[in-house]
């Protein structure tokens, strides 16, 4: 996958007029371009934050904002897809003498912003958690930090394992960019977390509906991209430093990023980063849960040089962790689950300790990537981007093998190691007539998994071709956009079958479209309409699982005839936003035909272990529709209101019926008082929220061992500051507590519900400090 | 054009790049090797005062799933007598056969054999065994049948390494089996 860079070359230019007393003459103007391909940026709102003043950058890029009086205001400048960008400009200071009748044109500065520019269909919904939102969800992992936004939950396997959900959707049906690499670990098991430090991350976003075009297969519910600060090319040395202490695990998470130019070596930039993570058991409101603990070490490499319209980046991160699964989860057979559930908590008790035994799983993963792009004078750019990833996941089962000589080599009973190579070649053609603008490219991609231990999945080989073209009209507040891509896959299997080895070949091929339209009405307000499709192909599991899930108490069977799946997805939302009000609507509808789920047979399975219920994968045509409301009211200055609603329902469509596992309707209501800066405080708050999650009805009768869980409300509050240690240093802290009132709960989403309630109070304190440029 | 010419062999070394680590997986299959598979369950009941043994199984040579279980016996029992009853248990996917029954010996203190008739006036059963905690084990033991009738007999082992005390509760299952059980 490819990220591009884009460059907005911002110049301000401050001009002054004396003449008039009673109307304040001053005014800002300048220009919004892109560095790179030099073309003018049309459409992007330019405002002053604070006052109902914003306009819009005209066919040429230009801008002007009248009428100003002097004083300091804060600029910004945005557009869809590309991160906002705010300049200071201070309109009364040293410029006095300067005052004269003439318009005198004094440059500012020239800023030269890079700005990550999402690649998703603009018409779709991007909602992006970054600064001071971002900084409150460090130390958790991807899936907990995606949380707060609307539409996005979480799967969870207990407390430490938890994977992002988009509108319903999950594992191979989202897709991840980590760093513009599509992210490929075993996404299909439930418990396999994405492997990914969000320390890595300045910016957490997420498109929300089918995004196939730009993206290929495995976008039908959204993507999740994970994007770093662009590096500090010829600057000084700055970085970070993190230290995050959780009460509930007694967990402690440390990490650093150091960066700089090289003095002497124009255009080189470079970035070191590392996280350190370790937790013990988690305690409910009740009870601990007995071996519930992490250990994480990551760290990332980035490098990268810059001369002209050359790009050159080289990154590579390791993650590794152990994490604990919860013994008392393990169950033989089904009276096992059905002893704990009627026991209504764990049998296994424990009391704190930070040891991790059996279960767990042990997981690295290793992401080694090169880019390099050029910008051609006349405009077109060229982006090149391959990358290697190597994901080895040991799985420990809460037994060892009986045989003391086997039992003593402690191996894993489950190792599965996945080698991806992908490759993207992106052509972004020069503007034609300076209107329309678009890319073409194409993305290979080459796997093969290694197995082995207790069978479960087969190794396979697989390849992937997609070759894609977008085009985006803008013009005077439009933005229209269509793209076309086809993908070819191939998959071949190994499996062993009565001692027998057993070859199968695959083959999917599928054309996946995008239309999409954005209006921009005013700064404040703005329409947006997408329909797109995507596609999966079924993964390996679905077409060869073939025994007990011991999580789920399940005898799962696979089908090796499936079909892919395909999903079109129309998303709308209306956003209006002003000084104080702000208010986001988003409605959608995801039709996903051949929808591969696991359908309860009417016989259970015999085994040794006693009888399982029996499922198989089978195709469906489901419907997900939903409702994304989000809202805030500054409604008493400094006190905002803040609202989030996420809503959907999921329908079986060709069998009349509800699907399982599908998140409950949510409301989050936030409550914040922002203090106005004190000395060399700023950015201090208090907050105090509420989740109210409601109670999953629409559910088959008769799926589950144990209803969905009752309604829970959890309340928390938090409270943060940033201190201004000098020019180039600055503190942040910021303290939260989670579950405030201890709360009892279980969530539907959590595998173990079943077992054990959900997570107590959780008290955490964070601090940041910032140094350098 | 040159630029042109350039690209292409950007692209065919790209091509060729993301190909030069190309594995097939397919060589690497090896058998599969599940640690604690049982196949075949076997309850030996020898009539007191008598050397004849007779034998009810439960038997799926491949493991879960693949082939359905090839034997599942009723076990038949005379009423009003006294059984001496040992379980062997295999793991007849492996070549050769794996005793599992003197595993579980070596591993005493961290299994449990539970036997439920049901309705439970057709058995009782009572522990021949102790590991070296004095905990009962279950592979042999002395089982009284009672009067004519039909029913159920549970065959439960429980695995509960480190958390052994002679009760059911702690652990988990590693057979779990429901045998017909007709005493006639």
């Known amino acids: ?773 | 054009m040159k630029m042109k010419r350039n690209l292409v062999w950007l692209l065919l070394i790209g091509t060729a790049l993301s190909f030069t680590n190309c594995k097939d997986s397919g060589d690497a299959v090896e058998p599969d090797d599940e640690n604690e598979l049982i196949t075949s369950v076997t309850l030996k009941f020898t009539e007191q005062g008598t050397s004849t043994t007779t034998s009810f199984s439960y038997k799926d040579a491949d493991g879960d799933g693949g082939n359905a279980a090839t034997q599942f016996d009723t076990i038949a029992l005379k009423p009003n007598k006294t059984y001496t009853m040992t379980v062997e248990l295999l793991d007849e996917s492996k070549t050769p056969t794996d005793d599992i029954t003197k595993e579980i010996k070596e591993k005493a203190d961290e299994h449990l054999f539970i036997f439920t008739p049901s309705p439970a006036t057709l058995l009782t059963y009572t522990y021949g065994d102790k590991d070296k905690n004095n905990y009962p084990i279950g592979l042999t033991g002395k089982a009284v049948t009672g009067a004519t009738g039909i029913g159920k007999l549970t065959v439960q082992l429980r695995h509960q390494p480190g958390a052994k005390n002679g009760t059911p509760e702690p652990g988990s299952d590693d057979v779990n089996l429901n045998f017909n059980l007709k005493v006639q």
């Open chain 1, 1 to 773: 996958m490819n990220r591009v860079f884009l460059s907005l070359l911002l110049v301000l230019i401050i001009n002054k007029s004396f003449a008039q007393k009673t109307e304040c003459g001053c005014f800002v103007k300048g220009l919004v371009k892109d560095t790179h391909t030099g073309q003018p940026v049309v459409g992007a709102t330019v405002l002053i934050l604070g006052q109902n003043t914003g306009v819009f950058t005209d066919p040429n890029g230009r801008y002007e904002l009248r009428n100003l009086c002097p004083g300091s205001y804060t600029l910004e400048c945005r557009i869809v897809g590309y991160q906002p960008y705010r300049q200071k400009i201070d309109l009364t200071a040293g410029h006095e003498e300067n005052f004269n009748l003439e318009e005198q044109e004094v440059h500012l500065k020239d800023v030269e912003i890079t700005a990550h520019r999402s690649e998703a269909p603009s018409s779709q919904p991007l909602t992006t958690l970054s600064g001071n939102d971002l900084e409150q969800t460090r130390g958790q992992n991807l899936g907990e930090s995606l949380k707060g936004l609307t539409g996005v939950t979480t799967l969870q396997t207990g407390s430490s394992i938890s994977k992002p959900v988009i509108h319903g959707l999950h594992s191979n049906r989202i897709l991840i960019m980590n760093n513009g690499v599509r992210q490929e670990g075993q996404q299909w098991g439930s418990e396999h977390a994405p492997e990914i430090d969000p320390f890595i991350a300045t910016r957490l976003s997420v498109v929300k509906g089918a995004a196939g075009v730009r993206y290929g297969s495995d976008a039908i519910g959204g993507v999740i991209l994970v994007e770093p600060e662009e590096l500090p090319f010829n600057k000084g040395i700055s970085g970070e430093a993190n230290a995050v202490g959780f009460s509930n695990g007694r967990q402690g998470v440390l990490s650093g990023t150091v960066q700089g130019g090289i003095t002497g070596f124009k255009g080189f930039g470079w970035r070191a980063q590392g996280t350190i993570k370790r937790g013990g058991n988690i305690r409910t409101p009740n009870y601990f849960l007995d071996n519930t603990g992490i250990s994480e070490k990551n760290f990332s490499l980035a490098a990268g040089y810059r001369r002209g319209g050359l790009g050159i980046d080289l990154f590579y991160s390791r993650f590794d962790t152990k994490i604990g699964i919860f013994s008392g989860s393990h169950i033989g057979s089904v009276t096992d689950l059905l002893n704990v559930i009627k026991n209504g908590e764990p049998f296994v008790k424990s009391g704190f300790s930070y040891n991790i035994g059996r279960p767990n799983q042990n997981v690295t993963h290793d992401l080694f990537k090169a880019e390099t792009h050029y910008h051609f004078q006349n405009g077109n750019r060229f982006q090149w981007t391959i990358a290697r990833q190597i994901n080895d996941r040991n799985e420990f089962d809460l037994h060892r093998p009986r045989n003391d000589s086997l039992a003593a080599l402690n191996h894993p009973e489950l190792t599965f190691k996945l080698t991806t190579l992908t490759n993207d070649v992106v052509w972004d053609h020069k503007p034609i007539a300076g209107k329309i603008a678009g890319q073409l490219g194409v993305s290979t991609l080459y796997q093969y998994n290694l197995m082995s231990g207790r069978p479960l999945i087969p190794n396979f080989n697989q390849f992937n071709i997609g070759l894609f073209w977008i085009e985006r009209y803008v013009k005077n507040g439009w933005e229209l956009e269509a793209g076309i891509r086809y993908d070819y896959r191939t998959l071949k299997t190994y499996r062993i079958v009565s001692r027998q080895k057993v070859a199968n070949t695959f083959q999917f091929a599928n054309f996946s479209g995008t239309v999409g339209a954005t209006r921009n009405f005013s700064d404040h307000f703005s329409v947006r309409l997408n329909a797109g499709t995507a596609w999966r192909a079924p993964n390996v599991s679905e077409l060869f699982s073939d025994g007990v899930h011991h999580g789920a108490a399940a005898y799962e069977k696979g089908d090796a005839s499936l079909k892919s799946e395909k999903a079109i997805n129309t998303i709308g939302s209306i956003k209006y936003a002003d000084a104080r009000w702000s208010v986001e609507l988003g409605g959608y509808y995801n039709y996903i035909s051949d929808f591969i789920y696991l359908k309860p047979q009417p016989e259970p399975i015999l085994t040794v272990r006693g009888a399982f219920p029996y499922f198989k994968y089978t195709q469906t045509d489901a419907s997900f529709k939903g409702i994304d409301l989000s809202g805030s009211w500054e409604f008493v200055k400094n006190i905002t209101a803040t609202s989030k609603l996420s809503y959907l329902r999921v329908y079986d469509q060709r069998n009349d019926a509800y699907l399982v596992m599908i998140p409950p309707n949510r409301l989050d209501n936030q409550l914040k008082y922002a203090l106005s800066d004190r000395g060399k405080l700023h950015d201090t708050f208090l907050s105090i929220g509420n989740l109210y999650v409601a109670q999953q009805k629409r559910v088959p009768p008769n799926s589950d061992f144990l209803a969905p869980p009752k309604a829970y409300s959890l309340w928390n509050i938090q409270a943060g500051t940033s201190l201004k240690v000098s020019e180039k240093q600055q503190l942040e802290i910021g303290i939260s507590v989670q579950n405030l009132f201890n709360t009892v709960y279980r969530d539907y989403l959590n595998r173990f519900r079943y077992y054990a309630d959900d997570m107590g109070r959780n008290a955490s304190l964070r601090l940041k400090w910032k140094f350098g440029a």
